[in-house]
């Protein structure tokens, strides 16, 4: 007589990479695109900066295109030419060098 194996339910599944317009997106996509500001930089951007560092009640915030961009800012500011990171499948810390 065989071991009864376990059923899993199957999981909701939450989508890596894939758009999901439900509020203003579009427009503001769409914006981006009539007015060829699709880049690290323009209005959308140096708004986010202005209501981020509002949030935090400091005078300067700054965008990064991901964390690992914002820790080498962040160390280049302070002076420092070391940056640890993880990385993403292990979650090992590791040494790079700023390259700011």
């Given amino acids: 007589m065989s071991t ?4 899993i339910p199957p999981r909701r599944v939450i989508p890596n990479a894939v ?3 439900a509020g203003n997106e579009w427009k503001y996509l769409k914006e981006c695109l009539d007015t060829n ?3 690290s930089v323009g209005p959308f951007v140096d708004r986010f900066e202005r209501e981020v560092a509002a949030y935090a ?3 300067h915030a700054v965008a990064t295109v ?3 961009a914002g820790k080498h800012h962040a ?3 302070r002076g420092n030419d ?5 990385r993403q499948a292990a979650q090992e810390p590791l040494a790079a ?3 700011v």
């Fill in 37 to 39: 500001w699709v880049s």
């Fill in 4 to 7: 009864p194996r376990r059923v």
């Fill in 57 to 59: 009640g400091v005078p």
């Fill in 66 to 68: 991901n964390g690992t």
């Fill in 19 to 21: 758009p999901h317009l």
């Fill in 82 to 86: 070391l940056v640890a990171v993880e």
């Fill in 75 to 77: 160390s280049a500011a």
């Fill in 97 to 99: 060098d700023a390259a």
